[in-house]
């Protein structure tokens, strides 16, 4: 069975730093343009951070621009995100997708990647 699977979200305070980690199993997920989307309660799904299937390319939210950081381990089929001076308004279910025809950019608006993870919740307290 193919899946990828989040984990490292939590309750943090404002300004506080998470670490999420996006582990992909049942195929090797190399050739495959990765990312993280979230969904604020109310809102629509929107995306975060995207990286093209070698890892030289990366796209971001302007929202999130200078705070995250998104990488891959293709050693260990993986996609992590780091993210620093977390605000409220990050609280989200976080989740990663996976396409293999995507670049960083298109992916980042690809209504349907080929995998979506189950999500993971990140809250950020004032």
């Known amino acids: 069975q193919v899946q990828l699977v989040e984990s490292g979200g939590g309750l943090v305070q404002a300004g506080a730093s998470l670490r999420l980690s996006c582990a992909g199993s049942g195929r090797s997920f190399n050739m495959f343009a990765m990312g993280w989307f979230r969904q604020a309660p109310g809102k629509e799904r929107e995306f975060v951070a995207t990286?093209?299937?070698?890892?030289?390319?990366?796209y971001y939210a302007d929202s999130v621009k200078g705070r995250f950081t998104i990488s891959r381990d293709k050693s260990k089929n993986t996609i992590s995100l780091q993210m620093n001076s977390l605000k409220p308004e990050d609280t989200a279910v976080y989740y990663c997708?996976?396409?293999?025809?995507?670049?960083?950019?298109?992916?980042?608006?690809?209504?349907?990647?080929?995998?979506w993870g189950q999500g993971t919740q990140v809250t950020v307290s004032s």
């Open positions: 990286i093209n299937w070698n890892g030289d390319s990366t």
């Open positions: 997708a996976a396409d293999l025809v995507a670049t960083a950019r298109g992916l980042a608006y690809k209504s349907g990647p080929n995998y």
